[in-house]
Nanobody, 119 residues
Framework: QVQLVESGGGLVQPGGSLRLSCAAS????????MGWYQQAPGKQRELVAT???????NYADSVKGRFTISRDNTKNTVYLQMNSLKPEDTAVYYC?????????????WGQGTQVTVSS
């Protein structure tokens, strides 16, 4: 069984920074892609950023230049550094991992961590 455990959310003022972490635990798997999605109240879950094994990143236009995704493969952990935060960044942030186990690929989600940007 693979589990994703997130941390790092909280309340921050506009212009501030937060760093989210997501660690994958379990055994017998390899991670292909890790990333972050956000879901604001009343809205669908949307892509924030992804990072694949080759180091390629993909960012939503709304976060380009402000957010940075990175990964520590030795710890199976992905990070999201969020700078210059805006009130519209307020959402629950979910970690995503696309994992290969045996002959199959699986998609796993974290439990979500709340980010609130407000003065």
């Amino acid at each position: 069984q693979v589990q994703l455990v997130e941390s790092g959310g909280g309340l921050v003022q506009p212009g501030g920074s937060l760093r989210l972490s997501c660690a994958a635990s379990g055994s017998g798997f390899s991670i292909n892609v890790m990333g972050w999605y956000q879901q604001a109240p009343g809205k669908q879950r949307e892509l924030v950023a992804t990072l694949n094994n080759g180091g390629s990143t993909n960012y939503a236009d709304s976060v380009k230049g402000r957010f940075t995704i990175s990964r520590d493969n030795t710890k199976n952990t992905v990070y999201l550094q969020m700078n210059s935060l805006k009130p519209e960044d307020t959402a629950v942030y979910y970690c995503l991992a696309k994992i290969t186990k045996g002959a199959y690929d699986y998609l796993y989600w974290g439990q979500g961590t709340q980010v609130t940007v407000s003065s």
